[in-house]
């Protein structure tokens, strides 16, 4: 296999894992209410996050925090 076959062969593998991050942020529940494309009621918001309300808190002002780029897997430390 020449270069140019590995070059393309390389790039289609890294769009169809664009296609699938883009397809999986569509489906993504926190990215639809970190942007607000889904009812919230936001008590904090800049341009990384969002801070909103649970619907079903587990204690008063329970508050659920999200980046509104979508993340796929957040490292705890």
């Given at each position: 296999m020449n270069v140019m076959n590995r070059f393309q062969k390389r790039m289609s593998i890294e769009q169809e894992k664009v296609t699938d991050q883009?397809?999986?942020k569509e489906?993504?529940?926190g990215c639809m209410l970190a942007n607000k494309?889904?009812?919230v009621h936001v008590v904090y918001e800049d341009q990384l996050v969002c801070g909103i309300l649970d619907h079903d808190p587990f204690h008063e002002g329970h508050?659920?925090?999200f980046p509104k780029?979508?993340?796929i897997e957040i490292e705890r430390r």
């Open positions: 883009m397809r999986e489906k993504c529940t494309q889904r009812p508050t659920l925090l780029a979508h993340v």
